[in-house]
């Protein structure tokens, strides 16, 4: 039983409380539509165009890659802290060489440490320039 304060609810509540909904999920709705439509006509951009409408790769940092995955065992000035000196590694290995140490790991370095080839390649070549 509902007491004096308390209000019915009726059909004509309900029905209004469904018109409020609907209208806020149709407001809803068409802003992702239009969002929808807007990303098939207008892509982000992803790097510039190369001959043939190829997108050209985007430039890796490899001192930032390093840094961040390397320095923690190889020093902020490849000094070598866990890890071996690698100030003049370029002298010792090629690119080729420095990629498969990086991929399979060698003596206390595990594999695996970087996972994306064009990173691997970018480091290792910028490491096989140090000499």
Not at 3 to 14: A, I
Not at 50 to 71: L, R, S
Not at 103 to 117: R, T
Request: charged share 20%; with cysteine.
């Amino acid at each position: 039983m509902a007491g004096p304060n308390k209000r019915d609810m009726n059909q004509n509540d309900v029905i209004d409380s469904a018109k409020g909904f609907f209208t806020s999920f149709g407001i809803l709705f068409l802003v992702f539509l239009i969002a929808l439509v807007g990303s098939i006509f207008f892509p982000p951009k992803s790097g510039e165009q190369a001959e043939g409408g190829a997108t050209a790769p985007a430039k890796i940092d490899a001192a930032a890659v390093f840094k961040a995955n390397c320095a923690s065992c190889h020093g902020q000035n490849l000094e070598g802290i866990a890890g071996p000196n690698l100030t003049k590694v370029g002298s010792k290995y090629s690119a080729d060489e420095i990629q498969k140490i990086i991929k399979e790991g060698k003596g206390g370095m595990p594999p695996g440490m970087l996972k994306k080839a064009d990173e691997i390649k970018a480091v290792a070549t910028w490491l096989s320039e140090k000499k």
